[in-house]
Nanobody, 119 residues
Framework: QVQLVESGGGLVQAGGSLRLSCAAS????????MGWFRQAPGKEREFVAA????????NYADSVKGRFTISVDSAKPTVYLQMNSLKPEDTAVYYC????????????WGQGTQVTVSS
């Protein structure tokens, strides 16, 4: 089965940066689009960013546009989420997902990595 392993979370002050990584098999990266979601305490899981299999197209939630960048290295293979200008409201567990972005059908999920942004 598909396994997604996130890393790079941690504690950072507001205005700081973190880079999340999600490692998977080459088969996974060649078969699916990749995305990032997050879930804050007491809230539903929400979409953050997604990237096409080719890496040519990406999509972001309005709340992170201009601050976060999703990218993929198909050779490793790994998908990244570069997070800049972090805000306390970005605090959440961040999940990597694989699926069909155009259909909003993400079928496989990592276990998540905690991101905490202090004031």
């Amino acid at each position: 089965q598909v396994q997604l392993v996130e890393s790079g979370g941690g504690l950072v002050q507001a205005g700081g940066s973190l880079r999340l990584s999600c490692a998977a098999s080459r088969r996974t990266f060649s078969s699916y689009s990749m995305g990032w979601f997050r879930q804050a305490p007491g809230k539903e899981r929400e979409f953050v960013a997604a990237i096409s299999r080719s890496g040519d197209n990406s999509n972001y939630a309005d709340s992170v546009k201009g601050r976060f960048t999703i990218s993929v290295d198909s050779a490793k293979p790994t998908v990244y989420l570069q997070m800049n200008s972090l805000k306390p409201e970005d605090t959440a567990v961040y999940y990597c997902a694989a699926g069909y972005a155009l259909l909003n059908d993400y079928r496989y999920w990592g276990q998540g990595t905690q991101v905490t942004v202090s004031s």
